[in-house]
């Protein structure tokens, strides 16, 4: 069998506008199919370039288009198929750009950024570290440097950082939208034409921000008043701050807010509540004043 067919319909994965996603759903599977029969799905010392590079653009699409179809095991999928082409050594086979490794990388680490899997995170970044001579030169790469970033900044604590990277000019690219339910109403046609990308990315990690402030205030107050848990925990209505509350176990009657106690809570003195109290206050400041420069 020939590449004709291959590149053909890697050509229909990549036009624009972009297929319907059954249509998307069908090329993909023709697509591995057709790697399948061109014995291209693992590089071998015998692949020719053209088609070591044929067949790695076909799972690099395919892992894009994943993501933009809200697929994200199938992403992973796609990413473990690419894991052998990117080890193939640059005086083999060095494709134009670097295709779109970078891309791919960044979404996949922001993947597990978002699923909590900090030891997988660190699993492949410290692969990536040898390659790009230490983590500077990692944060210097435009896509996988946002996850890194990012991560960075959730350690430290540091969520002023992270809402200014969730501004219009801070998000690499539309596909690193996908890690949110923002907008998973709209129709596939439409959902791709989403310019605002960055509130999408802003969505998953005010989760984020919200349930560290949550924990924070737990250790801090004995209860709240519901009005002052909405603008603490940035949500729209108290009916919000009722549900959260409920979720996390906490008991809500007559208007406030009451933190179950923590094991030697009890002990607690007055300097380290009030320390706790700082923390958080000190915090919600800083997320505010982003807050402002972002609605």
Not at 88 to 116: E, H, I
Not at 127 to 135: D, I, M, Q, R, Y
Not at 187 to 206: C, G, Y
Request: hydrophobic share 40%; aromatic share 10%.
């Amino acid at each position: 069998m020939s590449t004709t067919d291959l590149t053909t319909t890697l050509t229909q994965l990549q036009s624009h506008p972009p297929p319907s996603a059954p249509k998307i759903a069908s090329l993909l599977t023709n697509a591995k199919r057709q790697l399948l029969t061109l014995n291209a799905l693992l590089p071998t010392p015998t692949t020719s370039p053209h088609l070591l590079h044929l067949a790695r653009s076909t799972l690099e699409t395919g892992a894009l288009l994943s993501i933009r179809l809200q697929e994200p095991d199938a992403f992973t999928r796609y990413f473990q198929q690419l894991a052998p082409f990117y080890e193939v050594p640059a005086n083999s086979f060095k494709p134009a750009g670097d295709g779109q490794r970078s891309k791919v990388t960044g979404l996949y680490l922001l993947l597990l950024l978002t699923k909590g899997d900090y030891a997988g995170f660190h699993t492949v970044l410290e692969g990536l570290e040898v390659e790009f001579a230490g983590t500077k030169g990692l944060e210097d790469d435009r896509f996988i440097g946002y996850p890194v970033k990012l991560e960075r900044w959730l350690m430290e604590g540091s969520y002023d950082r992270v809402w200014g990277a969730t501004k219009r000019e801070g998000v690499p690219s539309e596909e690193f939208a996908v890690f949110s339910e923002v907008h998973t109403h709209l129709p596939f046609s439409s959902w791709l034409a989403v310019t605002d990308t960055f509130l999408l990315v802003r969505q998953v990690l005010i989760g984020t921000i919200r349930s560290e402030i949550a924990s924070c205030s737990e250790k801090a107050y004995p209860s709240l008043p519901i009005v002052n848990a909405k603008n603490l925990l940035f949500l729209e209505s108290e009916g919000s701050v009722v549900e959260f509350a409920q979720g996390r176990g906490w008991v809500v009657k007559d208007g406030r807010i009451y933190f179950p106690l923590q094991q030697g809570d009890d002990m607690r003195t007055e300097k380290e509540i009030l320390v706790a109290s700082g923390q958080v206050i000190e915090n919600t400041i800083g997320y505010a004043r982003e807050l402002e420069t972002i609605v």
